[in-house]
T-cell receptor
Framework: LAKTTQPISMDSYEGQEVNITCSHN???????ITWYQQFPSQGPRFIIQ???TKVTNEVASLFIPADRKSSTLSLPRVSLSDTAVYYC????????????FGTGTQLKVEL | DTGVSQNPRHKITKRGQNVTFRCDPI?????LYWYRQTLGQGPEFLTY????????KSRLLSDRFSAERPKGSFSTLEIQRTEQGDSAMYLC?????????????FGPGTRLTVT
């Protein structure tokens, strides 16, 4: 599985856009990029997944450049409730995939 | 609520005792996963079931750990002769059949404390 590198922590203020970048230099051709969010004392929650270019859903956007060696999770207009740990994962989407989590990025949103 | 449920939510046990946790996945999900998470770390894969078949176990999973999913629905994770190093949050997740195994739905976890 491709190794990922992301910042340990980030700080932001309510209403700002937050971009968390993940590096995955050894990503394989059939690997997808997936982001999870985890609040304290809860299990992780799937946010978004993409393969290339841009993917957008109701909570986030995922930007993937042409070389796919990095990706950026964009959270628009964050609120206090977005304070959480965000994990970037890389791997295939075939059935039965175990998830390999790193240490994630602790996002802290303040007033 | 039809999400993944886990019981108990908290378990305190003495070293050397056996403990068993239960996971009830989302009903139409045929895949079920167990993970372990310690403070400050991301979840770590333990084992995976497709229906009742246990298809993969982590090499990190000692022989004291065993998991079952007897009818392809709920699953149990048993830890025998618990050690203090087993203290962690044990997470269960499930996912749908077919492609998209990376979208897993996690339960709230069982926090184990071994004294």
């Amino acid at each position: 599985l491709a190794k990922t590198t992301q910042p340990i922590s980030m700080d932001s203020y309510e209403g700002q856009e937050v971009n968390i970048t993940c590096s995955h230099n050894n990503i394989a051709t059939n690997d997808y990029i997936t982001w999870y969010q985890q609040f304290p004392s809860q299990g992780p929650r799937f946010i978004i997944q993409g393969y290339k270019t841009k993917v957008t859903n109701e909570v986030a956007s995922l930007f993937i450049p042409a070389d796919r060696k990095s990706s950026t999770l964009s959270l628009p207009r964050v609120s206090l409730s977005d304070t959480a740990v965000y994990y970037c994962l890389v791997g295939g989407t075939g059935g039965g995939n175990k998830l390999t989590f790193g240490t994630g990025t602790q996002l802290k949103v303040e007033l | 609520d039809t999400g993944v449920s886990q019981n108990p939510r908290h378990k305190i046990t003495k070293r050397g005792q056996n403990v068993t946790f239960r996971c009830d996945p989302i009903s139409e999900h045929n895949r079920l996963y167990w993970y372990r998470q310690t403070l400050g770390q991301g979840p770590e894969f333990l084992t995976y079931f497709q229906n009742e078949a246990q298809l993969e176990k982590s090499r990190l999973l000692s022989d004291r750990f065993s998991a079952e999913r007897p009818k392809g629905s709920f699953s149990t994770l048993e830890i025998q002769r618990t050690e203090q190093g087993d203290s962690a949050m044990y997470l269960c997740a499930s996912s749908r059949p077919g492609p998209g195994g990376y979208e897993q739905y996690f339960g709230p976890g069982t926090r184990l404390t071994v004294t």
